[in-house]
């Protein structure tokens, strides 16, 4: 069976770098498993038009994957698709999960897949490829009640035909993380993405990959979308991951690997074990970096020196903010001090960081964002990277602000990015002018000071990436100007 898989387009309005969707990448192994053909159509790089692929490939089944800000480009390949095609669609990702009802409405969308995809997505295909006899299905006949074809499919929804949504049993999260193929990195263009972050001194042209070795988190911070995905935290065994990672570097010739998991090191142990493994198989040449962050409370200087010597290079903490009333009400159960641990460690044993902080969470005063610039001061972090709260639906930040009278000022899910400093909501006392204030002044404060600019130009990395650094901080400087360019192209290219 014709396997087509879409990560839609979407114009950030700051270059962020491009790689290889990971969630595309496993849906794509597991139908090639399955024994499918299959084609990833990103739109991000790809340079025909998406009816001409579809004319070409002729697909039996199409999948959309979408976050909040892509989902109004991932309706339009739908209905795109549709006008050569009644092939059945499907959409998933964070988005279409929180906002279930929403896409399942849309006549473009036939089924809707809720939360981790792999296991729904497999039993889609195997219906589509039993009915359709050797032949095409239409969306229209997946969907067709008499037909009862999805009923029992669990952990997704679907329009039923007097406009209802029908949403199907929850599917239990994936118990074996191992059983997965890894993700197939075979059908992407991988010449045309660029590395995660340019953890290594020559970054033009070099292979970059992205790895992921647990799923899930524990913790329910409010901001995050983590909550639409299971709670329970998986993890591979260290030498499934290990075998990967060889993988990636013997056969595919990675230079750079991007760790993406929310929270490696719940388990410090394991995470141990596989920077023992890499050591052992000399694995431990290529620099790998934790992209996302790893939990602060969890960081202790053995597991860093370990990782340190296994090839990481950095890794990421999400400190969020420098207030200690903050901390307890976004549930990220830890201390200012704990995170002043975190940093110091991994500072000892010449590891590079990043803090992510967030300016505006709800409850947010003009002392606590004060207090969020001073204490990533103090940490001094090689970058800082300040965001703008943005409350993506389904999360309990989102609740908080609707709950509670606040207004949102975002009018278009295209609106939820939040590099750009300005504000996208206000409630009580926190003004969208305060935020975006601070959120200036963070920026300028962290980077302006003699120190740091005497850092950044003594750093190699600074001149190789000249052009890309300055044209970033531009943008940062001057979102408004950025934003206006692209407001037009996003939406004439939506509709
Ligand atoms: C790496 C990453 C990035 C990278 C790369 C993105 C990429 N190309 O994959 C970069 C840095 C570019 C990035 C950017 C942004 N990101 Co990001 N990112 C992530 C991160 C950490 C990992 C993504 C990943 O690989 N997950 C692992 C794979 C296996 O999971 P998955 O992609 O979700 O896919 C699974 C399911 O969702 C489902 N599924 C997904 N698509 C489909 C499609 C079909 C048909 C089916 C059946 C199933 C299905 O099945 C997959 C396999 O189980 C996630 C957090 C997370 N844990 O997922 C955040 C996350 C996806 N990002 C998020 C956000 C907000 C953003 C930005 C909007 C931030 C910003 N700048 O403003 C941008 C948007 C960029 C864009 N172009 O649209 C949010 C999304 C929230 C939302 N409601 O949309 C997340 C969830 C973080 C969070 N916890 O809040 N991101
Ligand atoms: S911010 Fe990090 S620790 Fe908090 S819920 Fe999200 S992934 Fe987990």
Redesign the pocket.
């Known amino acids: 069976m014709r396997v087509l ?1 879409i ?1 839609p387009k ?1 114009h ?1 309005p700051i270059d ?2 491009t ?6 990448a ?2 794509a192994a597991v139908s090639e498993r399955r024994g499918d053909e299959v084609c990833i159509f990103d739109m ?1 790089v790809e340079d025909i038009a998406l009816t001409q692929k579809v004319s070409e490939f002729k697909p039996h089944i199409v ?8 989902v109004k480009q991932a309706w339009l390949a739908a209905r795109t698709i549709k006008l050569v095609l009644d092939v059945p669609i ?6 279409p ?2 906002m279930l009802d929403e896409s399942a409405a849309k006549p473009e969308i036939n089924v809707v ?1 809720r ?4 296991a ?2 497999i039993e889609l295909c195997d219906i589509v490829d039993r009915e359709r006899g050797g032949g095409d299905m239409t969306g229209t006949a997946l969907l067709d009640p008499a037909n009862k074809l999805l009923d029992g499919v669990m952990g997704i929804s679907f329009k039923l035909p007097d406009g209802t949504v029908q949403r199907n049993h929850d599917r239990p999260p994936i118990d074996s993380l191992d059983s997965l193929p890894w993700p197939a990195y075979h059908f992407f263009k991988m010449e045309r993405y660029t590395s995660q972050q340019p953890a290594i001194d020559a970054v033009e042209g070099s292979l970059s990959f ?1 790895i ?1 070795t647990s799923r899930g988190c524990p913790y329910r911070c409010t901001f ?3 909550s639409i ?1 299971p709670e329970k935290w998986r993890a591979r065994s260290p030498q499934n991951v290990v075998a990967e990672f060889r993988h990636l570097i013997k056969d595919l010739g990675a230079q750079e690997i991007g760790v ?1 998991d ?1 929270s490696a090191n719940i388990n410090r142990k394991r995470l141990s074990e596989i920077s023992q493994l890499l050591i052992k198989e000399g694995l431990n040449t290529v620099p790998w970096i934790m ?2 962050g790893m939990r602060a409370n969890l960081a202790d200087k053995e597991m860093l020196s370990l990782m340190k010597k296994a090839g990481c290079k950095r890794t990421a903490f999400g400190v969020e903010t420098g207030d200690e009333g903050m901390l307890v009400r976004i549930n990220k159960n830890e201390s200012l001090d704990q995170i002043r641990w975190a940093f110091k460690n991994a500072k000892e044993i010449g590891m590079e960081t990043i803090g992510f902080f967030i300016i505006g969470l709800p409850g947010d005063s003009e002392e606590s964002m004060e207090r969020t610039i001073r204490f990533a001061i103090e940490l001094d972090p090689l970058v800082a990277n300040f965001s703008m709260m ?1 409350p ?3 999360t309990l930040a989102y609740q908080d602000i609707r709950n509670n009278g606040g207004r949102i000022l975002l009018k278009d899910w295209d609106d ?4 750009e400093g300005k504000a996208r909501y206000e409630l009580g006392t926190l003004t969208a002018e305060m935020q975006e204030r601070k959120f200036k002044q963070a920026y300028r404060r962290f980077y302006l000071r003699p120190s740091r600019i005497w850092r950044t130009l003594t750093r190699k990395s600074t001149w190789l990436n000249f052009p890309r650094a300055a044209s970033m901080a531009l943008k940062v400087i001057f979102p408004r100007a950025t934003k206006n360019k692209l407001k037009p192209i996003i939406q004439q290219d939506a509709g």
């Open positions: 898989l990560n979407f950030l962020t770098r790689s290889p969707h990971l969630g595309l496993y849906l991000d999948g959309i994957t979408s976050n909040t800000p892509q499907v959409i998933g990702g964070p988005h999960s929180a897949v939360g981790e995809g792999e729904t997505w992205s992921m995050c979308s983590q995905m993406l929310d992209i996302n943005t993506y639906p389904g939820y990015v939040f590099f």
